[in-house]
């Protein structure tokens, strides 16, 4: 759920982009401003325009992956000004690389400095109003359900910084009682529709494990009645599936295909995961040798964390990670202790958070063991207990795993099993090179700014 749309931050950004960039012009060869020694009226020549145009989408990219586009309330004026200094570095930095390596005519450099610094205020001044008009609006919610069922949804509500959410109250079956927990029950099922309307409802959240509840809820709403209210369901396993189903008539009759064949794209996307791993591998082996430095100097072990996972077809393979656990503490690394797990070495938590500690699996990666979107490799241990309680876990290992995934930019070390496996089956059925995209951009983003898995 967003509460801002990406797409017009992004198209004023771009605006406020070049509004900076035609003023520059104007102040440049109307008076001496600045650093600017003297009146001088200036031309780009079509290079030169092109290479400060190609900045546009380095600078639209640079917002996205601090954040821009994922708002939140609490971000203070200085991280604000920060990511306008941020995104002008590298801009500026980008223009003059541009330029030497294609041998265009430099542009002052002072031209470029003084379009920056005015497009950095722009987005200041932008970017501080916005979070403003934020700060000043409650998203109001509520929830469907039975509250006895729904402490899970509550409490990641309770902890949702991103934007301002005043949960109503709830909507509980009929006959469930009055007890809310720490929301009060609103009505029941039948009454749905007249709360969303006289309670002006932004969104309504429906929580349950029964597809027959849902279906249930869904048939009393009125979507004729209200526009702008969105509705959400937590979706089964089951759901997920059956989601954007393809289907073919035979006479009368619907058919709904769920086993959408991807194989094709699967191989294609092989073919590149080869290309790129290799790649990456050349330009980030000094980075590595680095890493590998520290860990060794800092912590007393090897460098590379070894282990066995469970890959495509449940077949086993060697997982290569930079070591981030205190070496005493390996033979127990699954048990969790939380945040402030006292097994994980200073270096550890720092690469963890980075996600630099994933760097050594481009070598799995170059194997054929592993791809860089995809499920997470799991242990034995998992996997035995996955198809114990789960029809549909079975599909996760129709793949080979990832270096990171669906699940891992939208969930972190200590997110519950049953939510990945929710995220690994969409992949899994769902799966486009534009999701490819979506996700290698997602991942930039939290090591960029060290949150996330």
């Known amino acids: 759920m967003k509460h801002l749309h990406r797409v017009p931050c992004a198209l004023l950004d771009t605006l406020l982009f070049l509004l900076a960039f035609f003023l520059t012009q104007k102040l440049r060869a109307l008076s001496p401003l600045l650093i600017f020694t003297r009146t001088l009226e200036y031309n780009y020549t079509v290079p030169q325009l092109y290479v400060v145009l190609s900045a546009l989408p380095v600078y639209i990219l640079t917002l996205y992956i601090t954040g821009n586009y994922e708002e939140h309330i609490n971000i203070t004026p200085v991280q604000i000004f920060l990511r306008s200094l941020l995104a002008s570095g590298v801009i500026f930095f980008w223009i003059l690389m541009a330029l030497y390596l294609f041998e265009i005519k430099i542009i002052p450099r002072s031209l470029i400095f003084v379009h920056l610094l005015i497009n950095a205020l722009f987005f200041f001044i932008c970017k501080s109003i916005r979070i403003s ?26 902890k949702f910084r991103s934007f301002p959410i005043l949960v109503e109250g709830l909507i509980t079956p009929e006959g469930t009682g009055e007890y809310g927990g720490d929301h009060r029950i609103l009505g029941n099922y039948g009454e749905i529709n007249r709360i969303i309307t006289e309670r002006k409802i932004n969104a309504v959240f429906i929580a349950s494990d029964s597809s027959e509840e849902k279906e249930r809820i869904i048939q009393k709403i009125q979507y004729g009645i209200y526009g702008a209210t969105r509705i959400y369901a937590t979706p089964t396993n089951y759901e997920i599936l059956l989601s954007s189903p393809q289907y073919i ?83 127990r690394i699954y048990q969790a202790q939380g945040k402030g797990d006292p097994r994980i070495t200073p270096v550890g938590r720092f690469l963890r958070k980075s996600r630099l500690d994933e760097l050594p ?77 979506s996700i290698l951009f997602r991942t930039v983003k939290i090591v960029f700014l060290r949150s996330g898995s």
């Open 361 to 437: 699996q481009l070598f799995n990666i170059i194997r054929g063991d592993m791809s860089f979107i995809g499920p997470r490799p799991l242990v034995e241990k998992e996997v035995r207990e996955g198809l114990d309680t789960n029809i549909w876990y079975k599909e996760r290992f129709s793949i080979l795993p990832g270096l990171t995934g669906l699940a891992q930019v939208h969930g972190d070390y200590y997110t519950d099993a049953e939510e990945k496996m929710k995220y690994d089956l969409w992949y899994v059925f769902h799966y486009t090179p534009f999701l490819d995209v």
């Open 133 to 158: 008009r934020l700060r000043k609006v409650d998203y109001r919610v509520i929830i469907v359900g039975d509250p006895l069922k729904n402490g899970k949804l509550f409490e990641s509500i309770r």
């Open 249 to 331: 008539r035979i006479g009368d009759i619907p058919l709904i295909r769920i086993n959408k064949s991807t194989q094709n794209l699967f191989f294609i996307k092989r073919a590149a995961d080869g290309i790129f791993s290799l790649m990456l591998i050349l330009l980030l082996l000094p980075l590595m040798a680095l890493v590998a430095l520290l860990i060794v100097t800092t912590s007393r072990g090897p460098a590379i964390f070894r282990q066995n996972r469970i890959g495509k077809d449940q077949k086993v393979f060697t997982i290569f990670k930079f070591r981030t656990m205190y070496r005493e503490f390996e033979d």
